[in-house]
């Protein structure tokens, strides 16, 4: 028998080698796909290739025919050193622009003047890289996030190669073995960076969204781009290491790389699109990129938008809890089960106020704001007769998959099971703010279908009809939205009357807030609790610096943090 269990463990060995083997071949793949190199070209008009050759890439008078209809491009310039913003609804076709650029999935420039210049790097080609994270992961779950790293280092840098035998390539071969040395180094100070030794030991499936994007953004900035296109690449990340990206990207600048940036969060949006702003619009009969030089923070000043809802949300029945006093009963410590707060001074919420929750993923603060939404925790017991509505951060997969009114059911489970507010009501609320009005029945249309903005002003307008409640528990409430939608939500937060506890790494919100609490708080003020990890555990500690202050130095150190790695 002792042979036999040796044999079946020495062939399970086997196996995860060669599913680790497979693996990896699986990522090199995928990074050919996402990293390109495109040979300097130019079709078309002399005239136009004497203005815009020397740019990475340019179309002018043209059109991409993948989608119906056609992407109209009047003129697109990607400069060397420059950082741009794509931005358009949901539909307009910021992928099909990113592809073109890419020339992949059948995607390219078909018609015009349009062409390629020559890299920043030395190469004889333009490398263009993608961040596409799920794409990049989606295949090597079972790998460690070490491996994956190193993986990803030595296919590019064997992309590099160096031949000191050949004596005909030796200017060539200075240029590869400087490229080399810049990767390695770019990977040691990036890891270092983003502190991802902390889950190199884990494999990909168990890494949580913000250490998946950091993963991610690692492979596609060692891959010496010429031309960098990121989609989304501040998906879960923390205000710190947003901060920490951005300083990234003025690095990358100097270096001579163009940055494309296409994201929800509007404020990483400001600090990236000091550059221009290539704006898509879409009509059932016509599509086109727009570029203007105007950095970003300027241009969405001039376009008109307008918040995804017409009306106030109101919140038709008040808290039934005084605004006096603690929530929540605690021991003077306390400790939550699978996160890094062990035997932490215990936070003291006030009935009324706004607390807001800072700090880095994975400190904890998450995990605590479960606690306070679950009615049954003994860890952060609620006074008699206090009741809390929680929006997380992430919908529950059965959610996502359900429609509009299982969202409502779940809402009022999660809040209130005992209210009697129907569906009916909802559609009602629905209707007068003017969400999904556009929609035949929206109570039955498919959670998925609408915006990430609008699930959260779904949300919103679900609470806002449950009775009873006394605290809002938000995790990043304003995510996915415009400026004119964030407003909403900040006029709902101040109209209600009861205690607001919420965790964002959005600058628009901390500021609205800061400056009007609402008509029930002049003069109280937010309470700003500091969420601080040092190994394994964190610490909470109420600051004396308000949330946007903090937030605003977190940036500032970040930045200059980011600022000293050489590209």
């Known amino acids: ?42 079709i078309g008009s002399d005239k136009l290739r ?36 794509l931005v358009g609804p949901n539909g307009a076709g910021k992928s099909t622009i990113l592809d073109a650029i890419m020339d992949r999935r059948g995607a390219g420039f078909d018609t015009g003047s349009h ?3 020559a890299g920043t790097h030395g190469k004889e080609t333009m490398r263009v890289s993608r961040l596409d994270q799920e794409e990049l992961l989606g295949d090597v779950s079972d790998l460690k996030a070490g491996d994956v790293i190193k993986t990803a280092t030595e296919h590019f840098i ?39 030794v902390q889950f190199l030991d884990r494999k990909v499936s168990e890494l949580s969204g ?17 031309i960098l296109l990121l989609d989304e690449p501040t998906n879960h990340l923390d205000l710190e290491s947003i901060a920490k990206l951005t300083g990234l990207f003025d690095t990358y600048k100097r270096a001579g790389v163009s940055i494309v940036n296409v994201s929800h969060v509007e404020w990483f949006l400001d600090m990236v699109g000091e550059d221009g702003t290539i704006e898509l619009t879409y009509t059932p009969t016509q599509r086109e990129a727009v570029q203007s030089g105007s950095a970003y923070r300027k241009f969405k000043k001039k376009e008109r938008r307008k918040a995804a809802i017409k009306e106030s949300i109101i919140w038709s029945k008040l808290p039934t809890k005084q605004a006096v006093g603690s929530l929540f009963m605690t021991n003077e410590t306390i400790s939550i089960p699978r996160s890094p707060l062990k035997d932490v001074d215990a936070p003291l919420f006030v009935a009324g106020d706004i607390a807001v929750l800072s700090g880095k993923n994975g400190t904890g603060k998450t ?35 359900g429609t509009v009114k299982d969202f409502f059911n779940w809402v009022k489970e999660q809040s209130n099971p005992f209210s009697e507010v129907s569906p009916s009501q909802l559609q009602k609320e629905l209707q007068r703010l003017g969400l999904g009005s556009e929609r035949a029945s929206p109570l039955q249309e498919p959670f998925s279908h609408f915006s990430g903005g609008e699930q959260r002003l779904l949300w919103f307008t679900c609470a806002s009809i449950i009775e009873g409640t006394d605290a809002l528990i938000l995790d990043e409430p304003s995510n996915h939205m415009d400026e004119p ?3 909403k939500v900040v006029e709902a937060i101040r109209n209600f009357p009861g205690a607001i506890i919420l965790s ?9 807030l800061e400056n009007d609490p609402g008509k029930t708080r002049q003069g109280r003020g937010i309470t700003n609790f500091i969420f601080n990890r040092t190994g394994q555990e964190s610490s909470i500690e109420k600051s004396p610096v308000a949330p946007l202050a903090f937030a605003q130095q977190t940036i500032a150190k970040s930045r200059k943090q980011a600022g000293r790695v050489k590209v």
């Open 504 to 512: 964002t790494h959005d600058l628009r919100l901390m500021s609205a």
């Open 50 to 85: 004497s203005t815009y050759g020397g740019d990475a890439v340019a179309a002018v008078e043209s059109s991409i025919n993948r989608c119906d209809p056609p992407l109209n491009i009047p003129k697109l310039t990607l400069e060397h050193g420059k950082s741009v913003v």
């Open 158 to 196: 064997a992309q590099f190669p160096v031949d000191w035998e050949d004596a005909e390539a030796y200017d060539r071969n200075l240029i590869n073995q400087e490229a080399e040395q810049r990767i390695q180094q770019l990977v040691s100070q990036v890891v270092q960076l983003f502190e991802a």
């Open 367 to 401: 995990k605590l704001m479960q606690e306070l939404a679950d009615p049954h925790s003994t860890i952060m017991q609620r006074d008699k007769g206090t009741q809390t509505t929680y929006l997380p951060q992430l919908w529950p997969e059965e959610i996502m998959n």
């Open 1 to 42: 028998m002792r042979y036999f269990n040796e044999g079946r463990a020495a062939h399970a060995a086997q196996e995860a080698k060669e599913s680790k083997g497979g693996s990896r071949e699986k990522l090199k793949r995928c990074l050919d796909n996402h990293v390109v190199d495109i040979t300097p070209e130019w």
């Open 115 to 117: 062409g390629y210049g």
């Open 485 to 487: 939608t964030m407003l």
């Open 210 to 226: 913000g250490e998946r994007t950091k993963l991610s953004l690692l492979m596609v900035l060692a891959s010496e781009p010429d």
